[in-house]
C-alpha cells in the first residue's frame, strides 16, 4: 500500500520529548514552547506567535479577540475545513459563504463587494494547499471598509506571497500542525498576531483568561482571572516533538518540492492531451508542495479514478465537502449559487504527497494514473 499521507519523523523527537518530561515542566509555554515561538517569529517576522493545540484552537482564540458577536457577519470561502466556519459560528455569527476562484480553489477576491454588508465584521481568507490567496486585493477591499482579515493559513507554513511570508499580512493568522501537515506533532498549531492591539490581550486568552504570563515574568506579583479565555496552550511534551520538525524544516521542504516537482513534469502528458488538469499556480506566490492535486472531468470519474488506484494498492482522496451544501448548514443557507466551489469538490482528487515518499512510489502513482486514462 502505498499511503496517501505518512507522519513525517526526523530523528530527534524522542530525545527532545525525553528532556521536556525530565525538564519537570511538560505543561505549556515551556522551553520548547519559546523555542519554536521565538523560530517563527525570527524566520517569518511575525510579531507574536503562540503555540496552540489546534489551528481550530487558534481560530477560535481570533474569533474572541475580534470579539464576534452574534449578528456580526463573517465572509469565508465554503470550500474549507469545517474548522474554518465553526470556530466563528460558535460565537453567534452569521457566515457569509464565498465561491473560488474559477482557476484554483481559494477565494474569489472579486465577489467580496457582492457580499460585503453593513455588518460584515471579519473576511476569512483560507491558503488552500498553501498556494496564496491575491492579498493584496483582499487587503485593499477590507481595510477600505475597516473589516478585519484573519489568514487561515493551516496548509501554509513556509508559503509566501510575493516576498511575503503567509501568515503575516493579515491581522491574525493561523497555522495547522497537526499529523498531515508539512511539519507536525501530531495535533497542533498556532496563532500569529500581527495587529499590535491584539498583543497583550492574546496571550491572557491564550493563558485561560489569567495574566498568567505576565507573572512569570515578573511583571506583576500575583495573577487572576482577567478575561475570557480557555486553554490553549500547547503542551511543551508536544512542542518538543515540533521542534525536532521545526530544525529540519529546510530539508522536508525541499523533499516535498521535489515529490511535488516530479509529479507536475509526469503528468504534463496527460493535461496536454486533457484528461486531467493539474493545479494552476498563480505568479505571485511560492508554494510549500503541502497538496498535489489534479482535477478530474466529473464525479463520477474521479470515483472510478480512486477505485482503480485502491485496487492497485493507493490511496488517493477527494477533498473539502461545499460548507453551504453541508448537512448542518444547508437549510440556512441564502446565498448565491458557488459553482467553482462544487467544481473543485466534485473533481479535485489528491495524490499521495510526504516526506519521504520515494520516486519508485510515485512512478507507480503515476503509471496506474496514465494506464487509467489510456
Known sequence: MIPFNKPCLTGNELTYIADAVHAGNPSGNGKYTRLCHQFFEEKYRFPKCLLTTSCTDALEMAALLLDIQPGDEVILPAFTFVSTANAFALRGAD?????CEGAFPNIDPAQLSELVTGR??????????????????????????????????????DSYYLDRPLGSIGHLATFS????????????????INEEKFLKRAEILWEKGTDRAAFFRGEVDKYGWVDLGSSFLLSDILAAYLWAQ?????????????????YHQQFLSLAEEGHIKQPDIPSYTTHNAHIFFILCKSIEERSALI???SEKGIKALFHYLPLHLSPYFHKKYQGPPLPHCVRFADTLLRLPLFHGITQEEQTLVIKHIKEFYT
Not at 95 to 99: E, H, I, N, Q, Y
Not at 179 to 190: D, F, L, V
Request: proline share 1%; hydrophobic share 50%; charged share 20%.
Open 95 to 99: 457566515l457569509v459563504f464565498a465561491d
Open 246 to 262: 521545526v530544525e529540519q524544516l529546510p530539508a522536508i521542504q525541499k523533499n516535498r518540492l521535489s515529490a511535488w516537482n516530479y
Open 177 to 192: 500542525f497537526h499529523e498531515s501537515k508539512n511539519i507536525t506533532c501530531g495535533e497542533g498549531g498556532m496563532l500569529v
Open 307 to 309: 477505485q482503480h488506484l
Open 120 to 157: 460584515t465584521k471579519a473576511i476569512v481568507v483560507v491558503h488552500y494547499a498553501g498556494v496564496a490567496c491575491d492579498m493584496d486585493a483582499i487587503m485593499a477591499f477590507a481595510e477600505e471598509r475597516g473589516i478585519w482579515v484573519i489568514e487561515d493559513a493551516a496548509q501554509a507554513v
